[in-house]
C-alpha cells in the first residue's frame, strides 16, 4: 500500500502545475528524456542501503523508507522549482538537489555515500572514454597522429596494456585505478606518446601508497621504448 502510494505521489510530481505538461530531462549523451521521479528514489535507496550496510535486496526498515520518501518529494520539488524558473533540467543538477536535501536533513554518512556513487560513476565513464567539452559530452576522444590525422582513441588498449604492466603484481596493484588515472589526464587530440606518458605518470603516481607499482611504471616504460624502437608490425 505504502508503495501504491509513492508511485501515485511521485508520478504527480512531474507535471507542471503551471504549465499542464511532462518535464524533460537532458542527458549526459545529449538525449533528451522524459523526467523520471523514480530514480531518485531509487538512489536515495541505495545510498541509505549502503550507509546501513544493508545488501541492495533488502528492504529498508519502514523509518527510512518514509525518509526516502519525504527526501524523495523536496528533491523532486527543487529540481522541478529550478525547471520553472528556465533551467534546463540536466542528471548533474537533479543530483545536486539529491545531495542538498540529504545535507540539509543531517545524513551526512549517505550523503557521502551518494558523493562516491557519483565518483565512481564518473570514473566508469572516464575509462569508456566519456568526456565533456565545452559543456558538451564528446563520448570518444580522438588522438592525433604526426601528418595530422585523428583516430578513435582506444579505451581498452589502455586497459590492456596496464593489465599486462599489472601482472603477477593483482594483489598490491590495481590495474583498475591506473587506467582511470591515465583516461583522466588524457584530453581530444591528445597524441599516442603522450597517452604511454600518462600511463606511466599515473602508475608512479601510486608509488608512495605501494611500492610494487615501481614495476609497473618500469613495465610502462619498457613498452614505450620497444614501441619507439621497433616499427609498427615488426
Known amino acids: 500500500m505504502q508503495n501504491e502510494e509513492l ?9 507542471d502545475p503551471l504549465h499542464n505538461r511532462q518535464f524533460t530531462v537532458r542527458k549526459r549523451d545529449g538525449r533528451i528524456v522524459p523526467f ?13 542501503k549502503a550507509s546501513a550496510g544493508l545488501s541492495q535486496s533488502k528492504p529498508l526498515p519502514e523509518g527510512v523508507e518514509s525518509e526516502v520518501l519525504r527526501l524523495t518529494r523536496a528533491a523532486v520539488k527543487e529540481s522541478l522549482r529550478r525547471a ?27 550523503a557521502r555515500r551518494y558523493i562516491l556513487y557519483r565518483e565512481e560513476r ?6 569508456r572514454g ?7 559530452l564528446q563520448t570518444q576522444l580522438f588522438v592525433s597522429g604526426a601528418d595530422g590525422s585523428r583516430e578513435p582513441l582506444d579505451p581498452q588498449g589502455i586497459r590492456r596494456d596496464v593489465i599486462r604492466a599489472c601482472r603477477g603484481l593483482e594483489d598490491r596493484c590495481s590495474w583498475q585505478a591506473v587506467a582511470q588515472e591515465t583516461v583522466r589526464n588524457l584530453y581530444d587530440g591528445v597524441r599516442a606518446d603522450e597517452i604511454s606518458q ?26 614505450r ?5 621497433l616499427p609498427k608490425g615488426s
Open 36 to 48: 523520471d521521479e523514480t530514480r531518485i528514489s531509487l538512489a536515495l535507496e541505495s545510498a541509505f
Open 84 to 110: 520553472v524558473r528556465g533551467e534546463m533540467l540536466e542528471i548533474e543538477l537533479i543530483q545536486d538537489c539529491v545531495e542538498t536535501q540529504l545535507m540539509s536533513a543531517g545524513h551526512h554518512n549517505t
Open 198 to 223: 600518462a600511463m606511466i605518470f599515473a602508475a608512479k603516481a601510486r608509488v608512495e601508497l605501494e611500492p610494487a607499482y615501481t614495476f609497473v611504471a618500469a613495465r610502462l616504460l619498457l613498452d
Open 225 to 229: 621504448i620497444y614501441r619507439q624502437a
Open 122 to 127: 564518473r570514473r566508469a565513464r572516464a575509462l
Open 7 to 15: 508511485d501515485g505521489q511521485l508520478h504527480l510530481a512531474n507535471i
Open 130 to 136: 566519456d568526456r565533456a567539452i565545452d559543456g558538451q
